[in-house]
């Protein structure tokens, strides 16, 4: 049945690597309201106006994670907390599951709205893969509550779980991480990355999820031609950093969440079919990079 199918995916999508050496400073500790404990890490970079909560993708812990998270703390100049899932790196042994991943990212997001006592509307979740689903509960859950985040960035998502194996047209009894359901209730900019070439999530799992969202709420995703599902290649950060930087300035600084939260329209462009499926080809990397500075610090 469904239940047990959703059951046997949930093994392949939960693969916990064996866990990354990362100096012990550096980790916080965060307990989650299911009773367990999980790792995290912060990076704060002085006087940024926004903080990143990265959710990180199914294969990886927060030490595999924490070049490519400095990267983009640096690159954008926001602060970063990355954080582990329960059964995942240096958490206590337990088994990874839905409702642990929802309850781990809400004792992330409880970190840094009453440890570091940063609010909402300065708050980005950034979400890749796996991490695309507690990234989109949390966003659909602080909608509902009144406080939306500032901004959603979701690389290489999935519309559910069952959806990456076969189109159900629906989501059935035993799926996990239905974000395409939740993806109607968020009101905040969201940002989608992916790869034509994906093998892993196909690639109009993106496409169709940046649809789910309000009208209101889709801004200019990066669709790259030719790139895969694992991490950005080198040669690609610039212009991923470049076109988050992009995403940040016009849609996130400009307070357009707040707008959207007082029912006062949005300060988002409306989109064209065109423009919301445009793929983006190797060879106007170069170009878009040589027309402009990536270096925060710039701006």
Not at 20 to 26: A, C
Request: glycine share 6%; proline share 8%.
């Amino acid at each position: 049945n469904y239940s047990e199918m959703g059951d046997a995916l949930s093994t392949l999508l939960f693969q916990p690597p064996r866990p990354t050496p990362i100096k012990e400073s550096k980790i916080i500790w965060l307990n989650t309201k299911l009773g367990n404990r999980i790792p995290a890490f912060f990076l704060e970079r002085p006087g940024a106006k926004l903080t990143f909560l990265y959710s990180h993708a199914n294969a990886e812990d927060i030490g595999t994670v924490y070049p490519w998270v400095k990267f983009l703390a640096k690159a954008l100049h926001v602060n970063v907390l990355a954080y582990d899932y329960t059964g995942y790196g240096l958490s206590q042994p337990s088994t990874p599951s839905e409702e642990n991943c929802y309850a781990d990212i809400d004792a992330a997001y409880d970190y840094l709205i009453n440890g570091r006592h940063f609010l909402p509307e300065n708050i980005v979740l950034y979400g890749r893969s796996l991490g695309s689903g507690p990234s989109c509960y949390l966003a659909s859950r602080t909608a509902e509550e009144g406080a939306p985040v500032a901004g959603l960035i979701l690389h290489a998502p999935f519309l559910s779980v069952f959806r990456v194996v076969f189109e159900s047209g629906c989501t059935l009894i035993g799926d996990k991480f239905p974000n395409v359901d939740l993806a109607p209730n968020i009101r905040c900019p969201v940002f989608i990355i992916h790869g034509t070439a994906d093998r892993i999530v196909p690639f109009w799992h993106g496409q169709k999820l940046l649809y789910s969202v309000p009208p209101y709420c889709r801004t200019k995703p990066l669709f790259i031609n030719g790139m895969g599902h694992n991490h950005v290649n080198v040669s690609l950060r610039p212009l991923v950093a470049s076109r988050i930087l992009d995403f940040l300035c016009t849609c996130v600084l400009t307070e357009a969440a707040r707008d959207i939260k007082n029912g006062n329209g949005s300060r988002l462009p409306t989109l064209s079919d065109e423009q919301l499926n445009e793929i983006t080809y190797p060879t106007q990397i170069y170009q878009e990079l040589s027309r402009k500075d990536t270096s925060v610090k710039s701006q």
